[in-house]
Each structure stands twice: as structure tokens, then as C-alpha cells.
């Protein structure tokens, strides 16, 4: 009986497997792809495993802190950023100028020029000066001095001698110049050959910006009264002013139509005891010259006729 059900289930099992070959086919293949599969996640997963040990161990060789700071996590990569941008912030600006320069090149370059320092232009800005009016100052001392060293080539070449310029201290912004000659039919003549008076002093000190500003002039000696001449030796004349001045102005022309305005305003030298004794003084010179500038600017210039000369 049991060979018999031995028999039986032979024959089931081999009809089974002749009646679906496709069947069985699927289910070995089907077995033997998980298998596989099974195989190659296995694979797979020590192969990554295995690649992300060896990333790790290079970012721990680059980062020596520790694989914590190789990969911090959201709050603290955050903090760490909001940190450098404040640090950032606080850090000085530069200048443009200087950023673009010290930004040009390569970092030799760069370290080369930190070294330098700053350009001219840059330490001109730093410390508020400027360039341009150190030339420009030094444009107008050359041609006040071309012009006044010309003035006293013309002055020596004067065949009547009109007048005559020392300068004082050596210095060609400062002369004294006096006056020789005046008119021979005035009282003022008449006064200086009286008293033995053989010139008028005055003196002349010219400004930076000569010749397109005036001198300032003054009497020095003797100590005259009338004739445009004021308190300290200050004289009353427009072409003197900044707004009456003429760069085309010489001294030699200036002089004349100073020597005309003593004649025409009665000058006379003073003879009374004591006050002439008095030397005009530069301060009270310059004080009563810009007072009576403010006075004209106010209320103007009487311009004389021609027939006065």
C-alpha cells in the first residue's frame, strides 16, 4: 500500500511538471532573481558603506576638528554664517579707488601693494589736501616773479628818473620804491626842497596772485598831509582796490598817477612839532585802507573830470 502511494505521488508530481513547464520555469527564475538581487543590495550596500567611510576619513584629514564640524547641522551652519556677516560688517570699508586697487592682480600684487601704502591721490583724500593748488600756487609764484623782475628792468632803464626800487631784505615781493620827481609848480615841490626832502618813500608788498591783484602801498616818509594820504600812510586811490585793479597795471604807471593825485589833493609835508616827527606805522596803514574800501564799495568813486587831470 505505501509503494502504491509512493507511485501515486510521482505521477502527480511528474504530470504536474510536464502539464506547466512555464510555471516552474517562473518560479526558479523568479527565485533565483531575488536571489541575485538580494545578492547585488548586498553588494551595493557594502560598496556605498565602504565609499562613505573613505569620504569621511577625507574630511577628517581636511577638517582636523572632527567630523562634527565637517558636516554641522542646520542651526548651527546658520549661526556660524550669521556670525561672518556680522564680523564682515564691523570690518572698515575702503574707498573705491582703493579697493579697486588693491583688487587688481594676484595676491603678490595684493600683499605688494599693502606693503606700499596708499598712492598720493589716496593720502592727499585720507588727509582732506589736494594736489592741484600746491601747482597752481606754484604756477603764480613764477609768473609774479617773471613780472616783477621784468617791472625792474623796466624801472632802470627809466632815462629821467623818475623813481627808484630797493628791495627790502633782499626779497622781490617787497620793495621800497621812492619817488624822485613831482610837479615842479606844486607847493608840495616848493615844501620839498625847503625842507631838504630829495624823495618820497612808499612801500610796496605784492600779493601771491600779482599781477592780477593790487599791491598794497603805503607812505613811509615823510609824514605828508592831504593829497590822498591817510591815517598810517594809507593812500586813496581806486586802481589800489581789488575792483579798480588793471593787471595791465605797471609799477611805473602806478607811481605817476600817485605823484598827480598828491598834487591835485594839495599835499604838503607836515611841519607841525611833533606830529611830524611821527613815522606812519604798517597796521594803521592796512586798517584805514580796508575802512575806507568798505566806505567806497558802499557809496563809490567820484571820478574827476578831465580837465583836473
Not at 589716496?122 to 621784468?150: D, Y
Not at 600812510?233 to 588793471?246: H, N, Q, V, Y
Not at 598828491?262 to 575802512?291: D, M, N, P, W, Y
Request: aromatic share 6%; hydrophobic share 35%.
Amino acid at each position: 500500500m505505501a509503494t502504491l502511494l509512493r507511485k501515486i505521488g510521482l505521477i502527480r508530481l511528474h504530470n504536474r511538471d510536464t502539464e506547466d513547464p512555464k510555471h516552474h520555469h517562473n518560479h526558479r527564475g523568479g527565485g533565483g532573481g531575488q536571489q541575485s538581487a538580494s545578492l547585488r543590495g548586498k553588494g551595493g550596500g557594502k560598496s556605498g558603506s565602504h565609499k562613505q567611510q573613505q569620504q569621511q576619513q577625507q574630511q577628517q584629514q581636511q577638517h582636523p576638528g572632527g567630523a562634527g564640524d565637517a558636516s554641522p547641522g542646520p542651526g548651527k551652519g546658520k549661526s556660524k554664517r550669521a556670525a561672518e556677516l556680522a564680523a564682515r560688517d564691523k570690518q572698515p570699508q575702503p574707498a573705491a579707488g582703493a579697493a579697486g586697487a588693491a583688487g587688481a592682480g594676484g595676491p603678490r600684487e595684493r600683499a605688494a601693494g599693502a606693503r606700499a601704502g596708499p598712492g598720493p591721490a589716496v593720502a592727499a583724500a585720507a588727509t582732506g589736501g589736494s594736489l592741484v593748488p600746491a601747482a597752481r600756487q606754484q604756477h603764480c609764484t613764477q609768473v609774479r616773479s617773471r613780472r616783477l623782475m621784468k617791472e625792474l628792468q623796466d624801472i632802470a632803464r627809466l632815462s629821467d628818473r623818475f623813481i627808484s626800487v630797493e628791495l627790502v631784505n633782499e626779497s622781490l615781493f617787497d620793495w621800497n620804491v621812492k619817488l624822485h620827481q613831482v610837479d615842479k609848480d606844486s607847493v608840495l615841490w616848493q615844501d620839498m626842497k625847503e625842507t631838504n626832502t630829495e624823495f618820497i618813500l612808499l612801500n610796496l608788498t605784492f600779493p601771491d596772485n600779482f599781477p592780477f591783484s593790487p599791491p598794497f602801498m603805503r607812505v613811509l616818509s615823510p609824514r605828508l598831509e592831504n593829497g590822498y594820504v591817510l591815517d598810517g600812510g594809507a593812500i586813496c586811490m581806486e586802481l589800489l582796490t581789488p575792483r579798480g585793479w588793471s593787471s595791465a597795471y605797471t609799477v611805473e604807471a602806478v607811481m605817476r598817477q600817485f605823484a598827480a593825485s598828491l598834487v591835485k589833493g594839495q599835499g604838503r609835508i607836515c611841519r607841525k612839532a611833533g606830529k611830524s616827527k611821527k613815522s606812519f606805522s604798517r597796521k594803521e596803514a592796512e586798517a584805514t585802507f580796508k575802512s575806507l574800501v568798505k566806505t567806497h564799495e558802499k557809496y563809490g568813486w567820484v571820478t574827476p573830470p578831465v580837465s583836473d587831470g
